[in-house]
């Protein structure tokens, strides 16, 4: 029955497959999960997310899923809840009788319920049979049945229902949608790294060595090589002004990041306004002017191009030309076109939410370059196709 | 329905049900429990105390930003070999003399289940748990040198634990078993505090929980002290003999708790209202 639960995680984008199927199956059926819900829960969030970013995800997709359960239990009128609400104590279990309880599975208990509410007039007290306090039935508050569904408030045991949990949703700190900060953009950006061996020869290359040895009849030859280091060079060109006024924060947390981030080679940053037309600028006060084809000269292939900026402009901001001079008879797209056509990495990270990108400059201007979200999620797969290029997804 | 031994914490470990959970899901399925959460909420003493609570062997495996996944296995000591063949020294035919298990290997060769610790994975190269995927799967690997399969007779237990300082790749992922440990609770902080400093005074308890967990919530900090600091904070507490706190600027041994400059001078400015700490 959790194989439609598996569904209702991947429409969440919990990577979660067959493995993980598998996996809770086997868990199961070796009776982890202790034949209750907050067991299942336990077990299928330890199987199923695999990292803290989702762990809120599956809590939303817990909680819808199996809310008909708590739904229901909602709907149960005003009446039931007050008989609750002062619970007798509960009476102590003999093993025969718990052992009665942990038998029920979920889809029965949930069907019973429903059953029971409709038939329930009254109020019950330890009994185990109608939703009241302190008995053994499924329903109910303050009683104890491990396959049962605790009805407005905590159980007898002190454990809160695991849809109760779920419903908490406290990991959504630690979405990877929600927020950015300089501490995981430097973990995102810190993929970036590609290593060469470059500089004097330092390191001993034992293999090397001992195939030299060989050759030399047993007499020792060292053979050194250079050490590897970091080749990754970074130019990173940021829009400033009018429209990105609002992402300033989030602007300014990228540039700390990239600025602390010691693994690369070399780290340009350069300003611009709206688009890159013929210049780019040092400052972002539009000081130290420098030409966009002189950039290219200096700068060979290999330098990842990451361009900044929310790509919202007038469409002739984007496709008009303002003066005679070859540069400047350019149009801004016809320049990202050159820069992407120059550089063989390049991509562009948009602060704007995804939705808006639809029927604007945005949309042209991702046809040209491989556009993502400033989210740690976008940040992470504009970082892969920085490394090799990977197909973006949907 | 198998039965195995099931973790429950131990007298100086105290656990979560979902943690338990985790560490039992790992252990009946025979799957690496990954284990993440702020640095301080005590990942590694985890591997001790399922070590302690299972009376199983620990082993440890500190992995470094130079640490590749062969370490782990097995080293080959072809310069010790190299050496002795020069000076005549040692059986230099015996290439299993220059064969040095790692911790990964040792736990596989151990005729009695272990509990490995394979710590702060994240610290090592970014394909270094991608090399493990295969030993860590079949619990056995082959020493080329010598053709000796090494394989696992128990399956150890294996802890992993990670400071998210990287991703790590998806399908190392799915082959663990993984707990995020929350940030305890003010209850569950009372015990493990409990647990550490047993006999402390009540009221004692009460004021340095109050001012860690306002500490924690303080805007601007950027280390926020955690469970190992707020230990080390009461023990420094007792032995000064200061039986009162609270939380203003002249807050006792305040270094114990806050480690960064730019959060003592946050602290200042909320608190002191002047730039004690300012340099």
């Known amino acids: ?394 | 329905m198998t039965e195995f031994r099931r973790f429950r914490g131990t007298d100086r470990y105290l656990t979560s049900d979902s943690l338990e959970s985790a560490v039992n899901c790992a252990l009946a399925l025979g799957r690496p429990l990954l284990v993440k959460g702020e640095p301080g909420t005590g990942k590694s003493l985890l591997a001790e105390a399922i070590a302690e609570g299972l009376a199983l062997p620990l082993l440890t495996w500190h992995v470094k930003s130079t640490t590749r996944a062969q370490d782990g296995l097995y080293v080959y000591d072809t310069v010790q070999r190299l050496y002795d063949s020069r000076f005549g020294d040692g059986n230099v035919k015996d290439i299993r003399q220059y064969i040095k298990l790692g911790p990964l290997g040792q736990s596989f060769a151990s005729a009695n289940r272990v509990v490995l610790l394979i710590d702060e994975v994240d610290k090592a190269d970014l394909e270094f748990p991608n090399d493990l995927l295969h030993e860590l799967d079949r619990m056995r690997f082959r020493i080329s040198e010598t053709n000796d399969d090494v394989v696992a007779t128990e399956r150890p237990v294996v802890i992993i634990t990670s400071n998210n300082e990287k991703e790590l790749p998806d399908a190392f992922l799915r082959r663990c078993v993984f707990h995020f440990i929350d940030f305890p609770e003010k209850s569950l902080m009372k015990d493990i505090v409990a647990v550490h400093h047993p006999g402390l005074d009540k009221a004692l308890i009460e004021q340095t929980l109050a001012v860690f967990y306002e500490l924690r919530e303080l805007r601007g900090i950027r280390k926020r002290p955690s469970t190992s600091e707020l230990i080390d904070w009461i023990a420094a507490l007792r032995t000064a003999g200061i039986d009162t706190v609270k939380l203003d600027k002249e807050l006792p041994f305040l270094g114990a708790l806050l480690k960064k400059e730019q959060d003592l001078a946050a602290f200042a400015d909320q608190l002191a209202g002047g730039r004690r700490f300012r340099s």
């Open chain 1, 1 to 394: 029955m959790f194989v439609e639960f598996l569904y209702e995680l991947r429409k969440r984008k919990v990577p979660v497959g067959a493995q993980e199927a598998v996996a809770v199956a086997e868990a199961l059926a070796k009776g982890l999960h202790d034949s209750s819900l907050d067991g299942f829960y336990q077990v299928a969030r330890a199987l199923m997310v695999h990292s803290e970013q989702h762990l809120d995800d599956f809590d939303i997709a817990f909680g819808q899923y199996f809310r008909g359960i708590q739904a229901t239990a909602i709907e149960i009128n005003e009446e039931l809840l007050s008989w609750l609400k002062d619970p007798k104590p509960m009476r102590e279990l003999t093993p025969e009788e718990r052992a009665m309880l942990e038998t029920l599975d979920l889809d029965e208990v949930r069907r019973m319920l429903e059953e029971r509410i409709k038939e329930q007039r009254e109020r019950h007290d330890g009994g185990n049979r109608w939703v009241g306090t302190g008995g053994t039935s499924p329903f109910g508050k303050g009683g104890e049945n491990p396959s049962g569904i605790n009805i407005g408030g905590s159980s007898g045991r002190g454990k809160g229902g695991a849809v109760q949990t779920a419903d908490a949703r406290k990991y959504k700190p630690y979405r990877a949608d929600a927020s950015l900060d300089i501490r995981q953009i430097e973990v995102a950006l810190r993929k970036l790294r590609a290593f060469a061996r470059e500089g004097t020869e330092r390191e001993l290359d034992l293999d090397k060595t001992i195939d030299e040895t060989a050759r030399n009849a047993g007499e020792l030859e060292v053979v050194v090589r250079p050490p590897r280091r970091n080749n990754t060079r970074v130019i990173l060109m940021m829009d400033v002004g009018g429209s990105m006024e609002p992402h300033r924060e989030y602007v300014s947390q990228l540039f700390t990041a990239a600025k602390r981030a010691t693994h690369w080679r070399e780290l340009r940053t350069y300003y611009f306004h709206n688009c890159v037309y013929g210049k780019v600028w040092k400052t972002d006060g539009f000081q130290d002017v420098v030409s966009v084809n002189e950039l290219m000269q200096q700068c060979n292939a290999q330098y990842k191009l990451v361009l900044l900026g929310d790509a919202l402009m007038a469409p002739y901001e984007l496709l008009g030309v303002s003066g005679f001079s070859a540069e400047e008879r350019m149009t801004g797209l016809e320049w990202l076109i050159k820069l992407t056509s120059h550089f063989e990495r390049t991509v562009w990270l948009n602060p704007e939410p995804v939705r808006t990108w639809r029927g604007n400059t945005i949309e042209a201007v991702s046809r040209v370059v491989p556009m993502f979200p400033l989210t740690v999620e976008g940040l992470g797969e504009s970082v892969d196709q920085l490394i090799k290029g990977r197909s973006r997804r949907g």
